[in-house]
């Protein structure tokens, strides 16, 4: 055992100290194993040599007392190992990987200890990722259990491809429960179920960067529920191959942001020295194969393998000057295994080209393929690729062709039949009929499961093929594929596509299907910020279907108008909603019943009414009753949302965790952001300034275009925070915000941005710029917050400008305008807003209200509110307070009543409840629910916060 590192079990023994490699090769049986050298140490016999042992030694070990050549095939068979010609040693490792090997060691004893996590290893192809996952996994014995798995690259990723590879491994008929419906977060619920029953278990999901939606959606359910489970995740993929909005670099971000990744391994090309050493006697000049390769393990395994005289240019020609070496026939089957994506099973090979079959461990023997398990593949995609991409167009067309007819043939083997698969070789085959057939199977299946991407990709292949369909086919295909398009923002080709098929259906004077289609074309117009067009396209819904007996399509077409008229905050949004509702329960319709009640409860909380609280409660409960996982996660969404618009915080924390758990679970990428930049908003608000900034700097992380409102939000977060602190950079923040909100051509987010320019400028003492930044181009444009209007004219009142009529404005501003500053402090106070509270009292002229709210904003450290309001006492003449001053804010001024404050100093003094209630004379219960309040209103987490914020706030004595 090394000396200080702790103490494993046998299984986890550190790689670079086990004494077997886990492989065996029947070339070498009887003979001498080879002596390898590492970055660290060199081993011999079971003995390590420090690298400053004497040259001679170190000669004799890494090339054997017998001298020789190393072979060129047992370099490239085990991944750039140093060998003689006697073979491979037991107890190897691979150069200048010893580092990335203990990182690996090391959260093995993670998971020996009970608890998992996840390891990435990225890096560009060729770069050593499965080599170096090989040999880890080699080494790990019993109990451990060894599960690996990859993604293949077919045209369209076949979803919960490498999930349903690990499934069967786990456990027979596992893969056969997910079925065809089921949801990602279920996937992920039974494999964690089955591993921790085999566990301590270590699970490989190797490229990574090819996986689908679904499997992402997995993966991430499943690494954040690592924590707890003897289950250690190693990841591979090409980083280099991830563009911006690539769904696995949204995971990764999201993993790395959630703390869920024990170390990302970086592997780099092999040094000079290591390229010299695996050169060895083969006559290649080193350093040109250095410079060549930049030390990439795959292309210098490559070139030693060809057996070439001088370094090939490109990966490509070492590659085929490699096959060249084998025999025609090999060639052949070669050829044949180049166009199966992943693995081939034996009797395809076989099907295809029977007498190819015959040079299987020719293939085998030269390190290019790998068999096992019934499968053959090669021992990296990169040699296939190249071997693919070789092939005359004709021959790979009659590949493709011949693979789909045998895989057609074959009824009994389940992965035959697999739509995704068939559709990716009639794709390859140019078999449109063949395509038309699978792809739109492999579609379905692909949508159910959440793959959206894939889904679409399917869609359109068949559609390529389409134009010998009828009207009716085609017409259903173009509107599958823009459902498709509603989660993957394509929404210009799910327009036209929608357009094509409406264009069908009234050819046909199918009014239902028309109906239909004017509805789905509202939602994607809509979606693509075309309001009027949005509306137009429901209302002739409408007028369509209600010339027919009364039907769930119109039902339907009722919730999209109620949600038209609502973003425009229109009275008629509630009733149209009604109108959904009293159809859907009259035909039957689910959807349109919760999908109604969503619309309903939503305005009726913009208009003050939080009893529509309750109707969104009920939507959100009937939809996940109906299975409607999407309409789950809108109304858990727009329950927070019209919360927020409404500066009802508190009552929206009470569902921002859930609704964050529910989406992030169930993929709901664009809606998982939206909730955390109101989880941002709300820390804002309540005046938890550094959660807020931590919030909004994770949104600003975030890439794609999906969340481009949300990093808006965020820079106007970050600008409002800077500016309430006087910290320098807001108006760049705020510059930025401004910038983004134009270009993205939403006018509804003009209104905030203004609102936090117009509060920098007047902390700024700016009146006159105030009055300029307050000013929006449409501040009723759709979508526009009600209350960050009434915010527009509250920061024109305190530059002393005439505005709207006070009288039409929301509480608190109402309040405030018409004279009732101690109503409006009130109003903040009870929704834990104490910055807003405390501003209240600014040019009131009452002395006493502004001192408590001073002390109040020193606490907050919002340094400009506390120099207006210092300089507004030092003109009353009252005495400046001291930097430490000790006046205590009332705890009216943050919302307590007597009996909370009483409770709160109890609690202060060290009481248990049942001791609080002794002392006051109520019941246990009684104090629970006054310390739940008191917790709430001081924006704390937990007793001990809630002390410490009083403390702060000077409501105790520290």
């Keep these: 055992m090394v000396a200080g590192r702790p103490q494993l079990p046998h299984w986890c ?103 998992g996590g996840v390891v990435l290893v990225p890096g560009e192809a060729g770069i050593g990722k499965t080599s170096l996952i090989r040999q880890f996994c080699a080494s790990i014995g019993p109990p451990a259990r060894v599960l690996r798995s990859a993604c293949d690259p077919l045209f369209t990723p076949r979803p919960l491809g490498p999930l349903l590879e690990l499934a069967g491994d786990i456990r027979s008929g596992l893969a056969a429960e997910f079925g065809t419906g089921v949801d990602p977060f279920d996937v992920a619920d039974a494999l964690l179920r089955e591993l921790k029953r085999v566990a301590p278990a270590v699970v490989v999901i190797e490229d990574l960067h090819w996986a689908d939606e679904a499997t992402l959606d997995v993966v991430r359910l499943l690494a954040r529920r690592l924590a707890a489970a003897p289950v250690l995740l190693v990841l591979s993929y090409r980083d280099d191959q991830l563009d911006r909005t690539q769904p696995l670099r949204v995971v990764v971000g999201e993993l790395t942001a959630a703390g869920r990744i024990l170390a990302r391994l970086h592997l780099t090309g092999l040094s000079a020295a290591a390229v010299t050493t695996l050169a060895g006697r083969t006559g290649l000049d080193p350093v040109e194969l250095h410079d060549r390769t930049a030390g990439n393990p795959f292309f210098v395994t490559e070139v030693i393998g060809a057996g070439t005289s001088s370094t090939p240019l490109s990966v490509r020609d070492a590659v085929l000057a490699r096959t060249a070496r084998l025999s025609p026939s090999a060639r052949d089957l070669l050829d044949v295994a180049a166009v199966v994506p992943g693995a081939a099973e034996r009797w395809l090979l076989a099907a295809v080209d029977p007498a190819a079959m015959g040079s299987l461990d020719e293939c085998v023997g030269s390190g290019i393929l790998t068999a096992s398990d019934g499968r053959v593949r090669f021992r990296h995609e990169i040699a296939r690729l190249v071997i693919e991409e070789s092939l005359a167009p004709g021959r790979r067309t009659e590949l493709n062709g011949r693979v789909l007819s045998a895989l057609e043939k074959e009824e009994e083997n389940d992965s035959a039949g697999d739509p995704a698969r068939l559709a990716h070789h009639a794709e390859a085959a140019g078999d449109g009929a063949a395509a038309l057939r699978y792809a739109p199977d492999a579609a379905r299946a692909a949508a159910v499961l959440g793959a959206h991407r894939e889904a679409a990709r399917l869609y359109s292949l068949a559609l390529s093929y389409a134009s010998r369909l009828t009207g009716p086919e085609r017409a259903s295909l173009l509107e599958r594929y823009a459902d498709e398009g509603y989660f993957t923002s394509s929404g210009q080709e799910a327009i036209a596509a929608l357009r094509e098929a409406l264009a069908i259906h009234r050819d046909r004077g199918d009014v239902l299907a028309e109906g239909r289609t004017l509805r789905l074309l509202s939602r994607h117009l809509g979606l693509d910020g075309r309001v009027a067009e949005s509306l137009a396209s429901d209302l002739g819904a409408v007028a369509v279907l209600e010339k027919i007996p009364p039907s769930a399509e119109l039902a339907l077409c009722y919730v999209n108008l109620a949600a038209s008229y609502g973003i425009r905050l229109d009275p008629e949004a509630r009733d149209w909603g009604l109108k959904a509702i009293g159809l859907g329960e009259q035909v039957g319709c689910a959807e349109a019943v919760y999908a109604g009640l969503n619309m309903v409860g939503c305005i009726e909380i913009l208009n003050g009414n939080l009893t529509g609280v309750a109707d969104l409660e009920r939507s959100r409960d009937l939809a996940k009753r109906h299975g409607d996982y999407l309409v789950t996660g809108r109304a858990q969404l727009h329950l927070c949302w019209m919360l927020g618009l409404r500066r009802e915080w508190q009552l929206a924390e009470r569902y921002l965790d859930s609704a964050i758990t529910f989406c992030r679970d169930h993929g709901q990428e664009p809606w998982l952001q939206q909730l955390r930049s109101l989880h941002m908003g709300s820390h804002l608000a309540r005046c938890r300034w550094k959660q807020a900034a931590a919030a909004a700097e994770a949104l600003l992380a975030a890439t794609d275009r999906s969340s481009a409102v949300a990093r808006c939000e965020a820079l106007i977060a970050l600008g409002t925070l800077r500016a309430r602190r006087g910290q320098p950079g807001c108006w760049r923040l705020l510059d930025d915000a401004r910038e983004l909100a134009s270009q993205l051509g939403f006018a509804h987010l003009l209104a905030p941005v203004a609102a936090a320019r117009a509060e920098a400028a007047w902390l700024e003492g700016r009146h006159a710029a105030l009055l300029a930044e307050a000013e929006v181009p449409d501040p009723a444009a759709p979508g526009t917050d009600p209350f960050t209007v009434d915010d527009l004219s509250y920061w024109r009142w305190r530059a002393g400008a005439v505005g709207r009529d006070p009288a039409k404005l929301r509480e608190p501003y109402r309040l405030l305008l018409t004279g009732d500053r101690p109503g409006a402090a009130a109003w903040w106070q009870d929704r834990s807003q104490p910055y807003q509270a405390a501003l209240v009292w600014a040019g009131s002229g009452a002395a006493e209200p502004l001192r408590h709210a001073l002390e109040v904003l020193r606490g907050l450290g919002a340094r400009p509110a506390m120099a207006i309001v210092a300089r507004e006492l030092r003109e009353l003449g009252e005495p400046e307070l001291s930097p430490r001053s000790g006046a205590a804010v ?31 004379v109520v019941s246990p219960r009684t104090v629970d629910h006054h310390v739940s309040a008191i917790m709430r209103k001081l924006g704390a987490q937990s007793r001990g916060g809630a002390i410490a914020t009083a403390a702060r706030l000077g409501l105790i004595e520290p």
């Design 13 to 115: 023994t550190p790689s670079c100290e086990r004494s077997q490699l886990g492989v065996a090769d029947s070339r070498y049986a009887g003979r001498s194993p080879p002596m390898l050298t590492t970055k660290c140490h060199l081993f011999s016999a079971g003995r390590r040599v420090p690298l400053a042992a004497a040259p001679a030694e170190r000669a004799m070990l890494r090339w054997g007392t017998g001298g020789g050549t190393p072979a060129p095939h047992v370099a490239d068979r085990y991944g750039w190992l140093v060998a003689d010609a006697g073979g491979l040693r037991a107890g190897g490792t691979l150069l200048e990987r010893a580092d990335q090997l203990a990182v690996l060691d090391a959260a093995l004893a993670r998971v020996a200890g009970g608890a």
């Design 890 to 920: 009332p705890a009216h001024l943050v919302g307590l009543t007597t009996r909370e404050a009483d409770v709160l100093r109890l609690l202060a003094a060290g009481l248990r409840n049942a001791e609080i209630a002794g002392q006051l």
